[in-house]
């Protein structure tokens, strides 16, 4: 099947500006996680999805930043009010379950530049 | 707060050689460890996991866990120019936690 696919792949606006950039996971995965990974560093955790419980929010940067799961699919992460230094690249990645002893699959990412 | 600590490099092996990957981790409870490969520009992708001490292979690569000293390290033999790349090392514990990579580069 399909892997997890992000749109915009690239995505470039002004400062101050609202984006929504969006995450598609694998069929069947319950848990979604959000990374931004800013040029030449690691992966930053802001926010994990793990089916019907309450997201683990606890790696978002501000209170601009805010991400919505639908029906245990779909999520969107909306950056309100964006800053130079949120340009970055955002990925999502899905995995089938909580267990320890499954694999987390990533998107191709979103590339986000704010001017 | 779980961490996974990695060398951020850059290792630089020539065409061939074996290249040692190594990450150690802070939760002496830990069970599962998966290895992820992320070339410049792209986004990570899974080469190995491990559950269980000892050596697990898949063709040139190998994950080596020692869950006393808590470390994992991946072993790359004859080491290819397309194996340059960051090496993610993670643990799983319910949720993902990942260090910061460590940079491969194999000379021809």
């Known amino acids: 099947g399909a892997g997890v696919s992000q749109s915009p792949s690239n995505k470039v606006t002004e400062k101050g500006k609202d984006v929504e950039l969006r995450c598609d996971p694998i069929s069947g995965h319950t848990a979604l996680y959000w990374y931004r990974q800013s040029l030449g560093q690691g992966l930053e955790f802001l926010i994990y999805?793990?089916?019907?419980?309450?997201?683990?929010k606890s790696g978002l940067p501000s209170d601009r930043f805010s991400a919505e799961r639908t029906g245990g699919s779909v999520s969107t992460l909306t950056i309100q009010r964006t800053q130079q230094e949120d340009s970055a690249v955002y990925l999502c990645?899905?995995?089938?379950?909580?267990?320890?002893?499954?694999?987390?699959?990533f998107g191709p990412g979103t590339r986000l530049t704010v001017l | 707060q779980k961490e996974v600590e990695q060398n951020s490099g850059p290792l630089s092996v020539p065409e061939g050689a074996i290249a040692s990957l190594n990450c150690t981790y802070s939760?002496?409870?830990?069970?599962?460890f998966f290895w992820y490969r992320q070339y410049s520009g792209k986004s990570p992708e899974l080469i190995m996991f491990?559950?269980?001490?000892g050596d697990k292979e898949d063709g040139r690569f190998t994950a080596q866990l020692n869950k006393a000293s808590q470390y994992v390290s991946l072993l790359i033999r004859d080491s290819q120019p397309s194996d340059s790349a960051t090496y993610l090392c993670?643990?799983?514990?319910?949720?993902?936690?990942f260090g910061s990579g460590t940079k491969l580069n194999v000379k021809p």
């Open positions: 993670a643990v799983n514990e319910n949720k993902f936690y």
């Open positions: 939760d002496r409870g830990s069970q599962s």
């Open positions: 999805f793990q089916g019907n419980s309450a997201p683990d």
């Open positions: 491990i559950y269980s001490n």
């Open positions: 990645a899905s995995s089938s379950g909580q267990g320890r002893y499954n694999e987390q699959f």
